[in-house]
T-cell receptor
């Protein structure tokens, strides 16, 4: 079945450091890929998405490129802020298999220190 | 637009009691999804519903759990005879259509946190 694997956290960085959170996926179809962010005590919010190979999703300084050859969708940000501290979830949706719900990774907690 | 509303935000139950969690989707959304998040884990899909229909319940435990989305009113996730292992955050999401590709985004509620004593 479909699956998403994320790097384990927590990831602890200083403000203005470069961020990479790795995400790889397994899917037999042609999935769409997403990054969601969960701030403490809140629900998930869509951060960015990509629907086909080589697409780059971007939002709020975060970027991720859909790499079909490596089945990856790594999240990057050039300069993190304390306000980016949250849990980040990689997810996929494979509509070609008739699956209409998202499959999530286990999440990566990011802690940014001043 | 109030977004996806879930209540209660926090619910405490003793073992053997029933828990009912409610979810009102975003205005205009007729597709509802329930996910469960165990402590320090990711979200696990439970069930996908449209108005008056269960479309996909492949993630629902076979016993004690049920879900509905009536023609009028919120979607309800019901857990009978709760056990400590049911303690988790339960998130509801809604969407405009059932196509969960990039054109259709799930909007999540803030979650209901169930604690079973």
């Amino acid at each position: 079945g479909d699956s998403v694997t994320q790097m384990e956290g927590p990831v602890t960085l200083s403000e203005e450091a470069f961020l990479t959170i790795n995400c790889t996926y397994t899917a037999t179809g042609y999935p769409s890929l997403f990054w969601y962010v969960q701030y403490p005590g809140e629900g998930l919010q869509l951060l960015l998405k990509a629907t086909k190979a080589d697409d780059k999703g971007s939002n709020k300084g975060f970027e991720a490129t859909y790499r079909k050859e490596t089945t990856s969708f790594h999240l990057e940000k050039g300069s993190v802020q304390v306000s980016d501290s949250a849990v980040y979830f990689c997810a996929l949706s494979d509509r070609t298999r008739g699956r209409r719900a998202l499959t999530f990774g286990s999440g990566t907690r990011l802690q940014v220190q001043p | 637009n109030a977004g996806v509303m879930q209540n209660p935000r926090h619910l405490v139950r003793r073992r053997g009691q029933e828990a009912r969690l409610r979810c009102s989707p975003m205005k205009g959304h007729s597709h509802v999804y329930w996910y469960r998040q165990l402590p320090e884990e990711g979200l696990k899909f439970m069930v996908y519903l449209q108005k008056e229909n269960i479309i996909d319940e492949s993630g629902m435990p076979k016993e004690r759990f049920s879900a509905e989305f009536p023609k009028e009113g919120p979607s309800i996730l019901r857990i009978q005879q709760v056990v400590r292992g049911d303690s988790a955050a339960y998130f509801c999401a809604s969407s405009l259509s059932g196509d969960s590709s990039g054109a259709n985004v799930l909007t999540f509620g803030a979650g209901s946190r169930l604690t079973v004593l």
